[in-house]
């Protein structure tokens, strides 16, 4: 880490305020000053400090991704995913971890990985430098039931070696699985909640009984352990909200008591609907089998549909929805990621602001690190990108690696453009 001083920017501090110009000061890992231009401003304590001419682009807070997959492999199946050899696995997961800070995710929340210590490796592999990634929370496997979601047993093959996910059938094996989970240092527990079309169970089915579900919420307490759960269903996501699940992933099917339960209950959960993996299933996956026609009988243009009204909903009711689509599949591949904040848009009447706060200032609580991250800010941690352009006019620069001109995570470049070493012989960034 060195200290840098930032100048000429235009600064979206991740507050919901406008834009503006101005300057700021990064001693360590942390932001030291945010500076508007200005009459009457102080001058920075320059003397000794690099500093970078940001010539006006547009500096903001790094992006949280809130449902990442690093070991989904860019396959159409869960066996394509979960068969890869672990040598190989483990390469692919690092290579990915990069390919997600280059794009401007600063931080990332595993949804679920597809061996048992896959995203414990990776995670620890990032924090102590053995790999280059973003911030990351590490998850267990997807917990499921003989037969549900995530249960791609064969009864001629070992149980449950060759399970995509860790199965269970009842309390005492679900609290074995949590107990096991956090032995080997997750941050947080994927439970599937409800079925998944592709898989031969629909979408609004749900498969755990009460017990099982209760019993995995108390005993990751017990561990300090957060709860996260693949939950489409009416049935589902009235769980999570019962049970004190934090982190709901999909809730396409919400009735109006699911609604009214997620409003009251709006700043104890976060909401990452996957939209992504709904629209490209129903659009662009005929190459893989499931022509719109085949989407369609499974379910998937009603899904679609539903999750749409309800996140319209759910947006009006200020419940927190954040991106993360359920990349790693063949059809909805890793570093597509930002193509969530245009959705939101183009399909939940976001605006341009609302989809980058969802990006950034509501990644901080998401990440465990409230008043910390999301924000360019005083004391904040040093998360930050520069991009060559204005998402608030044009959302989708954000896919365009290119237009990322500087990524710094932590306090330190991840990507920099040129700087000279004091104020008097700054140079601009080149394009």
């Known amino acids: 880490m060195a200290d840098v001083l930032i100048t000429n920017a235009r600064i979206f501090d991740g507050t919901g305020e406008q834009p503006f110009t101005g300057d700021v000061l990064v001693q360590g890992n942390r932001i030291a000053r945010v500076q508007r231009t200005g009459w009457g401003a102080r001058p920075m304590p320059t003397i000794g400090v690099p500093v970078m001419d940001a010539a006006g682009a547009f500096l903001m ?122 032995k080997y240092g997750v941050d947080t527990l994927k439970i599937n909640l409800s079925g998944e079309s592709i898989t031969g169970m629909p979408s609004s089915m749900s498969q755990f009984t009460e017990e099982e579900v209760r019993t995995c919420v108390e005993e990751a307490k017990v561990w300090g352990k957060r709860v996260a759960a693949h939950a489409r269903s009416t049935h589902s996501i009235k769980q999570c909200v019962r049970l004190g699940i934090e982190v709901i992933y999909h809730a396409s099917f919400a009735d109006e008591e699911a609604l009214d339960l997620l409003e009251q209950h709006k700043r104890e959960h976060f909401i990452a609907p996957g939209l992504a993996w709904l629209i490209n299933t129903c659009h662009n996956a005929s190459e893989y089998g499931i022509t719109p026609e085949v989407a369609r009988k499974m379910g998937y243009f009603e899904e679609l549909e539903a999750a749409i009204e309800t996140m319209r909903e759910l947006r009006r009711r200020d419940v927190r929805i954040l991106p993360g689509g359920d990349y790693g599949f063949a059809w909805t591949p890793h570093g597509t990621n930002a193509k969530d904040l245009e959705y939101f848009v183009k399909y939940l009447g976001m ?66 453009p040129p700087m000279r070493a004091n104020a008097r012989t700054a140079t601009r960034w080149a394009a």
Not at 140 to 154: A, F, K, M, Y
Not at 372 to 385: H, I, N, R, S, Y
């Open 61 to 182: 807070p790094g992006m949280v991704e809130a449902h990442t997959h690093f070991s989904w492999n860019d396959q159409p199946s869960l066996d394509s995913i979960q068969r890869m050899p672990p040598e190989e696995h483990i390469l692919w997961c690092a290579q990915v971890a990069k390919t997600y800070l280059d794009m401007g995710w600063t931080s990332c929340v595993g949804a679920a990985t597809a061996k048992p210590r896959l995203d414990v490796v990776i995670r620890n592999a990032i924090n102590d430098g053995t790999i280059i990634g973003p911030r990351y929370m590490a998850a267990s496997q997807e917990i499921t039931v003989p037969g549900g979601l995530g249960d791609t047993t064969q009864p001629h093959l070992p149980q449950p070696e060759f399970a995509f996910g860790a199965v269970v059938s009842g309390a005492e094996e679900m609290r074995r699985c949590v107990r096991m989970f956090a």
């Open 351 to 416: 605006s341009t602001m609302e989809a980058l706060l969802s990006a950034t200032a509501w990644g901080g609580p998401m990440m465990k690190m409230r008043d910390q991250l999301g924000k360019v800010q005083d004391g904040w941690l040093a998360d930050l990108l520069l991009v060559d352009g204005d998402p608030l006019a044009d959302i989708t620069v954000l896919q365009d690696k290119s237009r990322i001109l500087a990524v710094m995570k932590d306090g330190e470049f991840h990507r920099a």
